[in-house]
């Protein structure tokens, strides 16, 4: 291996380490003091609900996921937000997916809900309002919101701190 190709390397790893990994708290932070924006979302799936506000949750830890259907990390999430949903949804946890992607439709989303098991609430933002009011650049990204209806953590449903976030929020009463 060259000097060249070896330092390649090292800074491929470094820059994984910063943005493959978010330290949610320090992104929850830039939200402090800051009004959470609303959903504006067009229709529902996996819910009987006609929408959320989320002024309306407070009392309980709500993670709202932005995400997409041909998102390969979103896709393999699944499984974990429906073990979470599962877990923690009697203590009070309510998870809303947010299907993110322009034009989003509710029969194909509706059809890959029930094909991956989706437990959980899914609204559609085919206009992408709410991805942009949110300032999400990424799928996926996961903001858990705490009983007083504050952010406290932002990142990827992947990262370390997304259960110890939602853990937390559910202990603090």
């Known amino acids: 291996m060259s000097d060249k190709t070896g330092m390649i390397g090292i800074l491929l790893a470094g820059l994984c380490m910063v943005g493959c990994q978010s330290d949610g708290a320090a992104e929850a932070a830039r939200w402090r003091?800051?009004?959470?924006?609303?959903?504006?979302?067009?229709?529902?799936?996996?819910?009987?609900?006609?929408g959320y506000a989320l002024q309306d949750l407070k009392g309980k830890v709500v993670v709202v996921e932005f995400w997409a259907t041909w998102c390969g990390p979103c896709v393999?999430?699944?499984p974990h937000m429906n073990e979470l949903d599962k877990q923690h949804k009697s203590d009070g946890l309510v998870i809303l997916a947010i299907h993110a992607p322009p034009g989003a439709e509710k029969s194909p989303v509706k059809r890959f809900a029930k094909k991956h098991k989706m437990t959980y609430a899914?609204?559609?933002?085919?206009?992408?309002?709410?991805?942009?009011?949110?300032?999400v650049d990424a799928?996926?990204?996961?903001?858990?919101?705490?009983r007083?209806?504050?952010i406290v953590w932002v990142g990827r449903p992947a990262d370390d701190g997304f259960d110890r976030a939602i853990k937390a929020a559910l202990a603090a009463k």
């Open 33 to 50: 003091g800051k009004p959470i924006p609303k959903l504006s979302v067009t229709d529902w799936v996996n819910t009987d609900a006609v």
């Open 76 to 78: 393999r999430a699944i």
């Open 122 to 135: 899914i609204g559609l933002d085919p206009k992408s309002e709410t991805t942009d009011d949110w300032g």
């Open 139 to 146: 799928f996926p990204t996961a903001f858990v919101i705490d």
């Open 148 to 150: 007083a209806g504050e």
